[in-house]
């Protein structure tokens, strides 16, 4: 029961404090590093109740006489380092936690995945009925005077530019667009948001996997900028954002002014530092350490009984 109650200990540490890593100063300075801390919290959240299940059912049955004494004893030795309880309540909570909720998560994700990829099929489907290629600069062109910019992910990846960001940009601003949106399709960008959107619906009460969403969604923009500025200069990204902060896009899609614009403008205009090395490291074996705990707790006892007189792999 030690290893059950500190992989839930564990996770209840996660869901209260996780959270607190949106009003983090240094997110800003390594958007790449923070999506993968918040991306660390959430699956280890959810893998901590998980193997908090498994713990609670070793072993759910007792192993058949004709496998050997020796193997017998070593299964024992392995359910009296876990503390097993025969406990039907117990057993009960095991089986919903080790198999419930990751069913759950599975259909949500199934449900999250496919919803996705049917909004952009049709999206792209229309996209092909009313835009026209731009061979020089490799985009879909929609004539509307409206400036917008986006792009839809997917085998079929592709940047729509509409003709108002083409007459309203500048060559500068627009390659600054172009490489934004360029960086979203290459990095696969869709992904991460998708993650956190799949636990944010299956566990829709729970405060880390909402934060983790929204932060996410920010936090691949400033990715998206930093990629873009290897090609155009700060003023004039955060001028071509300006020039597209009233834009529109479909909800497939991923725009390139729709989220975060104040919060992009001002680290373009007032950048940052890099972060120093050793915060960077610190922030590295937090999130690595946020990952190993669970898998620690729960294979300490295996490991420990292993090494026991009755189970000796040495």
């Not at 566990?203 to 996410?216: D, H, K, M, S, Y």
């Not at 020039?243 to 950048?271: F, G, N, T």
């Amino acid at each position: 029961m030690i290893a059950s109650l500190g992989l839930l200990s564990v996770a209840a540490a996660i869901l209260v404090v996780g959270p607190r890593l949106a009003a983090a100063t240094w997110v800003q300075q390594a958007p790449r590093l923070a999506i993968i801390a918040w991306q660390a919290m959430t699956v280890s959240a959810v893998a901590a109740v998980v193997l908090a299940g498994v713990t609670l059912l070793i072993p759910i049955t007792v192993l058949a006489g004709d496998l050997g004494a020796l193997i017998q004893a070593c299964a024992t030795s392995v359910a009296t380092s876990y503390g097993s309880s025969q406990f039907l309540p117990t057993k009960l909570l095991g089986t919903f936690l080790a198999g419930a909720v990751p069913l759950w998560v599975g259909l949500t994700g199934a449900r999250v995945l496919l919803g996705s990829w049917r909004t952009r099929r049709r999206l792209h489907r229309s996209l092909r009925l009313v835009t026209e290629t731009d061979s020089g600069l490799g985009v879909s062109v929609l004539d509307s005077a409206a400036p917008a910019a986006f792009c839809v992910p997917g085998r079929r990846a592709q940047i729509v530019v509409t003709r108002g960001a083409l007459d309203h940009l500048s060559r500068d601003e627009l390659n600054g667009v172009l490489a934004h949106e360029a960086a979203h399709l290459r990095g696969h960008h869709n992904l991460a948001v998708a993650l956190s959107q799949i636990l944010a619906r299956a566990f829709p009460g729970i405060r880390l996997f909402q934060v983790a969403t929204q932060e996410t969604r920010e936090l691949i923009e400033l990715l998206a900028d930093d990629a873009a500025l290897r090609r155009v200069n700060r003023v004039d990204l955060a001028s071509a954002i300006v020039s597209l902060a009233e834009m529109k896009a479909p909800a497939a899609a991923m725009a390139m002014a729709q989220d975060a614009a104040v919060v992009r403008i001002a680290r373009l205009l007032s950048p940052q530092p890099p972060l120093e090395p050793w915060r960077y490291r610190v922030a590295v074996f937090g999130a690595m350490a946020v990952v190993a705990a669970p898998l620690l707790i729960a294979g300490y006892p295996a490991f420990c009984a292993a090494l026991s007189d009755l189970c000796n792999i040495t």
